[in-house]
């Protein structure tokens, strides 16, 4: 059993489409993230969810929006993608104050 | 704002020999560190963590890191390398006054192991 899975794990697409990645975990933890890292391998966390509230949203631009339906799914949608959109996109989650995160193997998005 | 370097992006190691990978941090308050592996076309895995109890952490893989304050670093190493340690490595800082999931990480550095 996966225990973070998100899906797809593959994603190319045209500038100026509207897209989605979905991430679960199977853990019972608390709280989900969203990382993305860029193609010189760079990590930055982007949003996190603790019981489905929103706790830490970074300087992303706003075509970015997570969604939290329950504890154990974290969505994440893009709109009118750009070039520099383009990386891996990782989901993880992790019991809060814990520090330890569990990271799902990522979602390969290209905008063409 | 806290934040991590480490030095050197790519690290060619002898199977059998020392990894020492160096990680240096800034940080206006006490920070809590881990250090990260990636393997190829994976997610990260947790390889160990320093949250100001002993300074020396053991991890798992035979991995250990030095917390020490005054030299503001948190190298990891490991005595003897295998060719299953071949990925990427990444330390990261959090800060105690932040939710602990905010990491800052660092560049990462690829580890490559030669027979």
């Known amino acids: 059993d996966t225990a973070v899975s998100q899906t797809p794990k593959y994603l190319v697409t045209q500038m100026g489409n509207d897209k989605s990645i979905k991430c679960e975990q199977n853990l019972g933890h608390d709280t989900m993230y969203w990382y993305k890292q860029d193609s010189k391998k760079f990590l930055k966390i982007m949003f996190s969810?603790?019981?489905?509230?929103?706790?830490i949203n970074e300087t992303v631009p706003n075509r970015f929006s997570p969604k939290s339906p329950d504890k154990a799914h974290l969505n994440l949608h893009i709109n009118s993608l750009e070039l520099g959109d383009s990386a891996v996109y990782f989901c993880?989650?992790?019991?809060?104050?814990?520090?330890?995160?569990?990271f799902g193997e990522g979602s390969r998005l290209t905008v063409l | 704002a806290q934040s991590v370097t480490q030095l050197g992006s790519h690290v060619s190691v002898s199977e059998g020999a020392l990894v020492l990978l160096r990680c240096n941090y800034s940080?206006?308050?006490?920070?809590?560190l881990f250090w990260y592996v990636q393997y190829p076309n994976q997610g990260l895995q947790l390889l160990l963590k320093?949250?100001?109890?002993?300074?020396l952490v053991k991890g798992i893989n035979g991995f250990e890191a030095e917390f020490k304050k005054s030299e503001t670093s948190f190298h990891l190493t490991k005595p003897s390398a295998h060719m299953s340690d071949a990925a990427e490595y990444f330390c990261?800082?959090?800060?105690?006054?932040?939710?602990?999931?905010?990491?800052?990480f660092g560049a990462g550095t690829q580890v490559v192991v030669t027979p």
């Open positions: 320093y949250t100001s109890a002993a300074t």
């Open positions: 990261a800082v959090s800060l105690k006054t932040d939710s602990w999931g905010k990491l800052q």
């Open positions: 969810y603790n019981n489905k509230e929103l706790i």
């Open positions: 993880a989650s992790s019991q809060y104050h814990t520090g330890e995160l569990f």
């Open positions: 940080s206006p308050v006490p920070p809590y």
